[in-house]
């Protein structure tokens, strides 16, 4: 787990690499399309130049989401919010478990934003389902549960947005999203790995149920950028 260095820096891997063409850089610091996510990179250990190339980028006054870099910025930027996470790294084989799920797409971005809505698992926007694989299980037609692909640092691919509509619950449909996607991102030679809140303690259970392993403590951070910088 220590070899895996990618992870340090998820958010700028991803933009650099294979999300590149759904990013937008200003000097050192990038962001990805405001309507596919809000995450920001900066290198883990930026320059001045580099904060005041992320506030052109953002925009003064705005939210910078640094999601786990752990790099200070200036004293002037306004702490928005700080939550503790962990960051797990999923099994290197799986089986795959045949789960009744349906690949979605654009035409699914409604119900999608309206599970996530109901649900509130983290911050899922327009394009985000652009990001990479989104599953999910219906009922009666229904979306009621669904888990995808998000963040992908070279050889690693991120499980995220798992949810599941309240009266659907208790039915395994987490377990079997998380299943499958696992399976295809072993399948093609990566390794899975996520994200969660540490007051997330029935998910992480779960997660460690399916076998996903801590890799070390995260906090996600975001902070406003001064009006007058």
């Known amino acids: 787990m220590d070899c895996a260095v990618e992870l340090d820096d998820p958010v700028g891997e991803s933009l650099r690499g294979r999300h590149a063409h ?3 850089w200003a000097g050192r610091a990038g962001t990805y399309l405001p309507e596919v996510a809000s995450f920001a990179a900066v290198s883990n250990e930026p320059d001045e130049q580099a904060w005041e190339d992320l506030a052109r980028l953002v925009g003064r006054g705005e939210v910078a989401d640094m999601f786990s870099c752990p790099a200070r910025p200036p004293a002037d930027w306004e702490p928005v919010f700080a ?20 690949e979605l797409g654009a035409d699914s971005v409604p119900e999608m934003l309206d599970l996530i809505a109901r649900t509130q698992p983290g911050p899922f926007r327009s394009r985000t389902h652009e990001l990479g694989t989104y599953l999910g299980i219906r009922e009666r037609g229904r979306l009621v549960a669904m888990a995808g692909e998000r963040l992908r640092p070279p050889g690693w691919t991120e499980v995220s947005a798992v949810c599941t509509a309240p009266e659907a619950r208790g039915k395994g449909y987490a377990a079997d999203l998380i299943g499958e996607l696992v399976a295809r991102i072993v399948a093609r030679g990566e390794r899975p790995f996520l994200h969660v809140l540490e007051t997330n303690t029935g998910a992480i259970a779960l997660y460690e149920r399916l076998g996903f392993r ?16």
């Open 22 to 24: 759904l990013s937008r």
């Open 83 to 102: 939550l503790d996470g962990r960051q797990m790294i999923g099994p290197e084989q799986w089986s795959g478990l045949n789960a009744d799920v349906v």
């Open 214 to 229: 801590t890799r070390k403590q995260v906090a996600f951070r975001g902070f406003r950028i001064p009006r007058g910088r």
